[in-house]
């Protein structure tokens, strides 16, 4: 007889006095080939005529007889095939690739949301002896459809070189008012060669530019979602993903080889030769895993960031969708930051100096509450994501985005699809690859993304980092400014995190 092992995930653990949104998917039941239900929750729900908040929901599978490996589970992609019953209004939006669902309030409205939620499978799951089933749940928000700006006419820092793109699309804002293609002049101004990168002449319809909708991540990744992830994977996977070996002692951090760890937590927990490590949080380092786990995940590389969100069957982002997820429709400000001003206050705690709660919160409040510094910080790391909001603050001093998007100003810079380079003509245009594919949550047998369409770690000039970061000037922070390029898109820097979008 079939025996199915349940392993339910809680997303997001309860912090005190953080106000995260506590978001739990738990009570896990399997009752037949065909169905997976599960009880769901989440607080600071929002669902009003502009946008909303939604869950991401995908489902892995484990064959504990066989290979041991997890899979994706693909879902149904007939909404009348899924439920959500009990609790308050919800209901389910299903994907044309069926790689998972989102959950979000079918009405107007804010405030707690809970509910049992019964999915169908694409097809039936197999007659395995013993099988893991595992729900994850990613908090998104909805970008709507929609023309906007990017650029804010600032001039400043325009070093046209394969370093820098420079500073901000300048001298103007423009106007995204459709998915059309646009020529590369009506948005940069970067010379036509430089350094022998060669930028291309136009961005391409296929190029995603923002005008079209999307959600996206509400946080940066944090330390626990990425050590989930790195769970799941073989020990081939895992080597190719972390710093350091998968067989390592217990307590090695994953993250990074350097002699500090710039508050990166993730450690590894049980070693057995060539089977996978278990990886957990544990920032201080003292044995006591589960501190940290709310962190934003920094040491991020390209590489690392397409694996993780080719795994979730989400995508990157392009920087013209960036500017899109923090400015909306609004005229853009001179100089302005995510939360739509020029103000900004550097986060400062001495709890943050002697790390060893989860529980952050800034000595500083005000318009612009911002984790960015001026060489080393005095945070000395990233902050727990979405640290800046209390059930009190708002857009301005929450560091929210005009959609409601957390920490894409300061904490770690987001890496983007830049609309920039080609090598020398070597290699297609960058926004002739791209076409906002969304992943197939599988990777390839070395644990890389599979996605052939996306940017790959040697394509010179792919990414753009947007948003600055815990260490940056307060300017890296600004909503337009475009400073930093990835050379070696394999490093990992204390500064480099990242989130992911998807197309509905």
């Not at 309030?105 to 949301?113: A, I, K, M």
Request: with cysteine; aromatic share 10%.
């Amino acid at each position: 007889m079939k025996k199915i092992i349940v392993s339910l995930f809680i997303v997001i653990i309860a912090y005190t006095n953080a106000f995260t949104n506590n978001l739990l998917v738990e009570n896990v039941v399997v009752p037949n080939s065909n169905s997976i239900n599960f009880d769901i929750s989440w607080n600071n729900s929002w669902h009003t005529s502009l946008n909303w908040d939604a869950i991401w929901i995908f489902v892995k599978v484990q064959d504990c007889e066989g290979t041991a490996t997890w899979d994706h589970l693909d879902l149904s992609t007939d909404p009348l095939d899924h439920s959500v019953s009990g609790g308050t209004d919800l209901t389910v939006e299903t994907t044309t690739d069926g790689k998972g669902i989102f959950i979000k309030r079918n009405s107007n409205g804010f405030g707690s949301q809970s509910g049992n939620v019964t999915l169908m499978f694409a097809n039936p799951i197999p007659q395995y002896e013993e099988i893991n089933f595992h729900v994850f749940g990613v908090e998104m928000v909805w970008v709507p459809q929609g023309s906007f700006k990017v650029g804010d006419g600032s001039t400043d820092n325009e070093t046209h070189s394969t370093a820098s793109l420079g500073s901000h699309f300048s001298p103007f804002p423009k106007e995204i008012t459709s998915e059309d293609l646009i020529p590369m002049d009506d948005l940069c101004n970067d010379k036509p060669s430089d350094n022998g990168i060669t930028r291309h002449p136009e961005i391409p319809a296929t190029f995603p530019k923002g005008f079209n909708g999307f959600y996206c991540m509400k946080y940066e990744i944090s330390q626990q979602q990425y050590a989930v992830f790195l769970n799941k994977l073989s020990f081939i996977e895992q080597q190719t993903r972390m710093a350091n070996n998968a067989f390592d002692p217990v307590g090695t951090l994953v993250m990074t080889t350097a002699g500090y760890q710039n508050r990166n937590g993730i450690r590894i927990k049980q070693t057995s030769g060539g089977a996978p490590a278990i990886v957990d949080v544990d920032l201080n380092g003292d044995g006591a895993y589960g501190d940290g786990n709310s962190i934003a995940c920094n040491y991020m590389s390209w590489s690392d960031l397409l694996a993780y969100l080719d795994w979730a069957a989400l995508r990157p982002m392009t920087e013209l969708e960036y500017e899109k997820a923090a400015r909306g429709p609004l005229e853009p400000i001179l100089t302005e930051y995510v939360w739509g001003n020029t103000s900004i206050l550097q986060a400062k705690s001495d709890e943050l100096l002697n790390p060893g709660t989860d529980s952050e919160i800034s000595n500083t409040s005000g318009d612009g509450l911002c984790a960015h510094g001026t060489g080393p910080s005095e945070t000395l790391g990233p902050l727990r994501t979405g640290f800046a909001a209390t059930a009190t603050t708002i857009r301005t001093t929450s560091g929210a985005s005009y959609w409601g998007i957390m920490d894409l100003s300061g904490n770690l810079q987001e890496q983007t699809i830049s609309i920039g380079f080609l090598d020398n003509g070597v290699r297609p245009p960058i926004s002739h690859i791209f076409i906002g594919e969304n992943g197939d949550g599988m990777l390839d047998e070395d644990g890389n993304s599979n996605i052939s369409t996306w940017p790959s770690a040697n394509t010179v000039g792919a990414v753009i980092r947007r948003g600055g970061d815990w260490q940056s000037s307060s300017q890296r922070a600004q909503t337009s400014d475009r400073a930093f390029v990835n050379i070696t898109l394999t490093e990992r820097s204390s500064q480099v995190g990242g989130r992911g979008v998807r197309t509905p």
